[in-house]
């Protein structure tokens, strides 16, 4: 019954590959995000979807490319991985905005990314 | 841009005392200020939001008092036990800019029995 779940959880790989982590959430929210969490725990927003409808987008190099298959759903695909992209991914998701909810985040248990 | 700034990285307090976290932000436009805990090896866990017309908020032994005069909020738990050491961020929630969630860097709270 996890509510935001993320897979995998850790993931480890060479400079150059391209990975995709896995979100999906059985709460029945319309908006999902994608967030980035430092090594210095400093946690930041990259990317927001909101019914498989891309609504934020930061300054997030080309090579990460969030894709919404359907609203339940927001996987985040990083081609040519650098060192500089280790770190833990976390996907969130947020209640429609009618449910008085919007501004309340549910989180993934993260995904830990290594790169070699 | 909006930026938030929590003004200490770790806090250690002994059990049964009141912490009390602080949550600095600039350039703020109409947003929400929320509070997350997370555990290590976790993710973020919602406690409490409180709304720019909002002066105080309470849930059980937790506080949150919201100055947008000094443009600061203030955190508290009373009667802290050691289950409540965690790291704790505030957030600001930017309304008009589709939800968006901006982080302060948290701060680790540790309390010693």
């Known amino acids: 019954d996890t509510a935001v779940s993320q897979t995998p959880k850790y993931l480890v790989t060479q400079m150059g590959n391209d990975k995709s982590i896995k979100c999906e959430q059985n709460?029945?929210?319309?908006?999902m995000y994608w967030y980035k969490q430092d090594s210095k725990k400093f946690l930041k927003i990259m990317f927001s979807?909101?019914?498989?409808?891309?609504?934020i987008n930061e300054t997030v190099p080309n090579r990460f490319s969030p894709k919404s298959p359907d609203k339940a759903h927001l996987n985040l695909h990083i081609n040519s991985l650098e060192l500089g992209d280790s770190a833990v991914y976390f996907c969130?998701?947020?209640?429609?905005?009618?449910?008085?909810?919007?501004?309340?985040?549910?989180f993934g248990p993260g995904t830990r990314l290594l790169v070699l | 841009s909006q930026k938030i700034e929590q003004n200490s990285e770790a806090l250690n307090i002994q059990e049964g005392k009141t912490a009390t976290l602080t949550c600095n932000y600039t350039?703020?436009?109409?947003?929400?200020l929320q509070w997350y805990r997370q555990d290590p090896g976790r993710g973020p866990v919602f406690l409490l939001l409180i709304r720019e017309n909002e002066k105080e908020k309470r849930k059980e032994r937790l506080k949150v008092t919201f100055d947008t005069t000094l443009k600061q909020s203030l955190f508290h738990i009373t009667a802290s036990q050691p289950a409540d050491s965690a790291t704790y961020l505030c957030?600001?929630?930017?309304?008009?800019?589709?939800?968006?969630?901006?982080f302060g860097q948290g701060t680790e709270l540790s309390v010693k029995p």
């Open positions: 350039n703020y436009s109409p947003a929400y």
């Open positions: 957030a600001l929630f930017l309304y008009n800019q589709g939800g968006k969630l901006i």
């Open positions: 969130a998701s947020s209640p429609p905005q009618l449910a008085g909810g919007l501004e309340t985040q549910y």
């Open positions: 709460l029945g929210h319309d908006t």
């Open positions: 979807y909101n019914n498989k409808e891309l609504i």
